[in-house]
């Protein structure tokens, strides 16, 4: 019953910013650890953010200084501010428990035109 449904993605130019959505249900966001991944075409998944139940953030350093994700725990709702996107962050987003334990959502494309 647990579903994640991403929103928010769309064709944006190099330098621009999106803010990605996560609704989540049958999960309580606030006592997770949660994730967003990416997938391009060709690689393999990767996580480009994590937020702990204390509100902990991580990034790798791809995502460093240019990504925030955050939470609204009353909206059992999660999101990726992305800021200074570049042509390599094309990819699909998705969002996921910190250790991808939950069925995968749709995920979000994500295009950054040079």
């Known amino acids: 019953q647990v579903q994640l449904v991403e929103s928010g993605g769309g064709l944006v130019q190099a330098g621009g910013s999106l803010r990605l959505s996560c609704a989540a249900s049958?999960?309580?966001?606030?006592?997770?650890?949660m994730a967003w991944y990416r997938q391009a075409p060709g690689n393999q998944r990767e996580w480009v953010a994590v937020?702990?139940?204390?509100?902990?953030?991580n990034y790798p350093d791809s995502a460093k200084g240019r990504f925030t994700i955050s939470r609204d725990n009353a909206k059992n709702t999660m999101y990726l501010q992305m800021n200074s996107l570049k042509p390599e962050d094309t990819a699909v987003y998705y969002c996921?428990?910190?250790?991808?334990?939950?069925?995968w959502g749709q995920g979000t494309q994500v295009t950054v035109s040079s």
């Open positions: 996921n428990t910190r250790r991808g334990t939950q069925p």
């Open positions: 049958g999960i309580t966001l606030s006592i997770n650890a």
């Open positions: 937020i702990t139940s204390t509100g902990s953030t």
